[in-house]
């Protein structure tokens, strides 16, 4: 191994052994070898593997430079206007849901430094010799941070343990990036845990993911134009089946504070260490709320909302567009939408706060227009450490790619039961027939604000449209541009057409 690759390892085990130990041995004159031999005899792989794992929380969650940013405000369903309150942000917000974003949108460089340094350390953990069961987690864990700088920026800078870290990265990119990905979790997939907790990987997860991978695999090759193989769509249905022991749970259920041990459809999560260690859900209501409604640590920034579209896509009835949940009616509101006049605990009309339907514009809107998603439930209890497991991937959602797949055969009928059978659940009436866009529409209602809709709406040819407040916009922005400094330092790494 190279010097520098030694001096990484080494400082990635500054918190994973003993640092008096590791000080006495490295400054001894132990050759290259004998130092690797000590590092490896020494490794805490619980650390390293925690490192990977809390590469997850900003990166996927956060309002601010984040996965769920970058694939909910810049398509159909999130707006985030600027306000009174502010939210302009250099215009940051505005370029995403305009499509209008430059390469030195400072946002989507965040996303793609924290999306890299989970692939680092995820193949940092794997110079270490772990276990086959750790280093199917650890190939799993890569393979995450890997199709996620695919989706959104067609590049996949990538190294394998043990490769010079002086030379440049080689790149993977469009079929030859996913092609790479999928073959990753498919041969860690018999290797992972049969089963645990969500947020940690298991066949489960493996499973959930690699349908999405094959449901998005024909996109990668030509994005204006997808081209979906029968055999990838039969590789969905199978991955969806095979997941073991989860099933339709009550909708509520999968994003309360104890969601972790109630919902019966997790499949893979960001943990929510109640009382114990924070996470960035937190963001989520102070980026929604105003300060008047209460919430954990004082109140609200009070900016983003839901598109009129999104809201007009729920009958009245539906539980994921209104439901008077136990732990949010006592304190005067609802979850789903907020929509209209809203009410303090003492049941008394919270003054002004009165949210309207209409956003007439993105610059200088109002305080309350736009209604507010209440998508994860405050965990008042603990208002610091909320115990809440963010989803990244649920059986519904698997369900609903396999209806998808059943959708791209032909087989329609067996695509509209499970459909049906989720509406159901969710207390909306069911349907008489399904095609992709009756799909893609409840795709919408199921998984609002849970960090899909750009994905699935370049998947069916619809992202480039126009909707609220965004005119229709050309093929260059089904990607983003790669930050220019990392293209100047990577002469393998191109910037994407039209930046």
């Not at 706060?353 to 736009?370: C, H, Q, R, S, Y």
């Not at 919408?444 to 480039?464: I, K, S, T």
Request: proline share 6%.
């Amino acid at each position: 191994m190279k010097r520098l690759n030694i001096f990484i390892i080494a400082l990635s085990l500054l918190t994973a052994i003993s640092c008096s130990d590791l000080h006495e041995e490295l400054h001894s004159d132990l050759p290259a070898d004998k130092a690797r031999e000590f590092l490896l005899r020494n490794v805490d792989f619980n650390s390293l593997m925690e490192t990977v794992y809390r590469q997850f929380d900003s990166r996927f969650i956060q309002h601010a430079g984040s996965v769920w940013l970058l694939q909910e405000v810049s398509a159909d369903g999130a707006i985030v206007p600027s306000r009174p309150s502010g939210w302009d942000n250099g215009g940051v917000y505005r370029e995403l849901h305009t499509h209008t974003w430059i390469p030195e949108n400072p946002y989507l460089h965040s996303v793609w430094n924290g999306l890299n340094q989970g692939v680092f350390h995820a193949t940092n953990l794997l110079n270490f010799n772990p276990s086959a069961e750790l280093e199917a987690e650890a190939r799993f864990l890569r393979s995450y941070f890997m199709f996620y700088l695919l989706d959104l920026y067609d590049r996949v800078p990538f190294r394998e343990p043990g490769d010079d870290l002086l030379e440049p990265s080689t790149v993977l990119s469009g079929q030859a990036a996913i092609d790479f990905i999928i073959n990753e979790v498919e041969e860690a997939l018999p290797l992972l845990a049969s089963s645990g907790p969500a947020y940690r990987a298991s066949q489960n997860a493996a499973r959930g993911f690699l349908a999405r991978l094959y449901l998005n695999r024909g996109v990668y090759g030509s994005r204006e134009s997808p081209q979906f193989d029968n055999a990838d769509m039969e590789r969905v249905i199978q991955h969806s089946e095979e997941i073991d022991g989860k099933s339709i749970g009550f909708y509520w259920d999968s994003f309360g504070p104890d969601n972790e041990v109630a919902s019966s459809e997790l499949l893979f999560t960001i943990h929510g260490n109640a009382g114990v260690r924070s996470h960035s859900l937190w963001v989520w209501w102070h980026a929604i709320f105003p300060t008047e409604m209460i919430l954990p640590n004082g109140g609200g920034w009070n900016g983003f909302a839901s598109t009129p579209e999104l809201y007009d896509l729920f009958e009245d009835g539906d539980i994921r567009k209104y439901y008077e949940h136990p732990i949010t009616t006592p304190r005067g509101y609802n979850a789903g939408f907020l929509t209209g006049q809203q009410f303090g605990p003492d049941g008394q009309p919270l003054q002004g706060v009165e949210f309207t339907k209409d956003i007439p514009t993105i610059v200088g809107a109002t305080l309350w227009n736009g209604y507010r998603p209440v998508k994860y439930i405050p965990d008042y209890e603990h208002p610091g450490a909320a115990g809440n497991d963010v989803v990244l991937i649920r059986y519904a959602d698997v369900l609903l790619m396999k209806a998808e797949a059943l959708i791209r055969l032909g087989r329609n009928g067996e695509a509209l039961e499970i459909v049906n059978e989720i509406r159901e659940s969710r207390n909306a009436s069911p349907f008489s027939e399904v095609d992709l866009d009756v799909l893609l529409e409840e795709r919408a209602r199921e998984l609002y604000w849970e960090g899909h809709r750009r994905q699935d709406m370049v998947r069916h040819g619809n992202f480039l449209a126009s909707w609220h407040l965004k005119e229709p916009s050309t093929g260059q922005y089904l990607v983003y541009p790669i930050p220019p400094q990392d293209e100047i330092a990577n002469p393998n790494l191109s910037q994407n057409p039209g930046f």
